[in-house]
């Protein structure tokens, strides 16, 4: 019988991070170090997520897939290829670069890969922000003018957030994430990140950090005008429909069970308010476990709790 898979995090320290993993997750990070990300399941050349229960322990997901590809994953499932989800949590004790990532119309000529994904927010400071998409009315010629003169800001679409709120940023969205916020972040499996804009901030070694402005605006929608959050709400429901996956929120009181069927497709279930119990494995606010294609799972929640179940991510 598969179990729930869950991984050891992978702990990446950024320019703009800060401890609130530690605070907030009650994780155990590295000694003074801002950890910006933790990417709790990776499958990349450069980053393998190890499994940190059962069996398979010690064993990283290419691994697993690639000997168990169709318990995991599904028997049509090609083993050579790629998790096609990665998952992280960001802690943003500063403001991030504003950025784009390349949509697939002209990701392989950049030779960058495209990247969709879901922002959902645990926690946010008093008057924190989001900013993704144009301001209407902005045009390319205004925004390239912007760069030139470092009024970048007065382009971008801001709006306050907080606690339980969530927006999907699609490949070619301009966007930054204010400080203050603790996200969820659930992306397809890219790291390709175009820099347009820094706010004149240094990196970790006090030099100025790489800008990618040429790719940038090839990259963005110029079309993507003042999209709108999905706001937190105390009922279950789906937040982020798209052809690379869906995610659904639900939302359960104490003694209340989710069942999720077997031999259907592979899924990720994200603990981001409580605590649950199924499996075999306990999983508490900030776990994320990926479970199997050839297996049916209960889930209790121990206390009020809400998760998210990613799926429609395997084709």
Partial sequence: MPEVLLFRPLYQERVWGGRALESKLGR????????????????????QSVVANGK?????????????????????????????????WLDCRERLSLQVHPPA???????????????????????????VGLKRGVTRAQFEQAITTSTLETCVHHFSVAAGDSILV???????????????EIQQNSDTTYRVY?????GLDGKPRQMHV??????????????KPVRAAPTSGVIADC?????????????????????????????????????GVSLERGAN???????????????????????????
């Fill in 56 to 88: 398979l322990a010690g064993r990283t997901l290419r691994e697993v897939i690639l000997k168990q590809g169709s318990t995991i994953m599904g028997p049509s499932w090609p083993t050579a290829k790629t998790f096609p989800i990665l998952v992280k």
């Fill in 105 to 131: 119309a002209v990701a392989g000529e950049l030779k960058g890969e495209p990247k969709t994904e879901n922002w959902y927010i645990a926690a946010s400071g008093h008057g924190a922000e989001l900013i």
């Fill in 198 to 202: 820094d706010w004149g901030r240094v």
């Fill in 289 to 315: 476990a990926l479970l199997p294609f050839g297996a049916a799972f209960t889930f209790t929640a121990e206390t009020t709790s809400i998760v998210l179940l990613t799926e429609n991510f395997a084709g």
């Fill in 170 to 184: 699609q490949s070619g969205q301009i966007h930054a994430i204010d400080a203050g916020n603790l996200i969820l």
């Fill in 243 to 279: 052809p690379e996956f869906s995610i659904k929120r639900t939302v359960l009181g104490t003694g209340e069970r989710m069942h999720i069927s077997g031999g259907e497709q592979p899924r990720i279930l994200s603990v981001v308010s409580g605590n649950v119990r199924g499996g």
């Fill in 28 to 47: 155990e990070l590295p000694a003074a170090k801002s950890i910006g990300e933790s990417w709790e399941i990776v499958d990349r050349p450069e980053a």
């Fill in 214 to 227: 040429d790719q940038s605006l090839r990259s963005i929608d110029w079309h993507d005008i003042e999209p």
